[in-house]
């Protein structure tokens, strides 16, 4: 809608060339990827003569952290702009990237530096993933259970038989899904005070 040809890529190594062949004005770039990801693919970028001075934006969802942007800078990329609904950050970045004379270098560092650098960050993204999915993990356990219980109550209360009957096995029920091995259900009595209406154990 902006005016730019696109052309688009599987990956980064696919990226990589895809640009070899007919090298574009800018390259965007998600951070995770199979194959070859986006910090690999700025230094392959860097380190080509025919692609040295092509501008590269990093995209991420991810890697948000000071340590993270240091990294982009130090692979080579021109810019590396938050994931959001709204795309103008992303074109904000790519425009300005394009209208810019000076090119970063290719990386000064040594390969070895780089290369824990960048397994030093993929390593906390990685153990943040994880975190992240045995949250997801938890809270899902929790839902399913939840929905076992309210299934198992709602076939209680379908079945025929006295209402004193349905409320101690739901009671018991309850107390099943809860670990407990013992308690009552009290009703509030005509006279004000209570009756014991269900227990169990």
Known sequence: QLGFQVTTAEDGA?????AS??????????????RLDGFQLCLAVRSDPFLTRIPVVLLT??????????????????????RTPD??????????CMGREARPAAPTQQ?????????????LQLERQVAINYSLLDRTTMQASALSVLGRLSEIAMQSGTAVLTIKAILAECLDSCGISTGALYQIGTDGGFCCTASSG
Do not use: C, H, W
């Not at 062949?21 to 199979?34: G, T």
């Open 87 to 96: 795309v103008q950050p992303m074109i904000e970045a790519l425009l300005a």
């Open 14 to 18: 696919e990226a990589l060339e895809l």
């Open 61 to 82: 969802s991810n890697f948000v952290e000071e340590g993270d942007r240091a990294l982009a800078m130090q692979v080579g990329a021109d810019d590396m702009v938050l």
């Open 21 to 34: 062949r007919a090298a574009p004005d800018v390259i965007l770039s998600d951070v995770l990827m199979p």
């Open 111 to 123: 390969t070895e530096t780089l290369q824990k650098m960048y397994l030093q960050r993929i390593r």
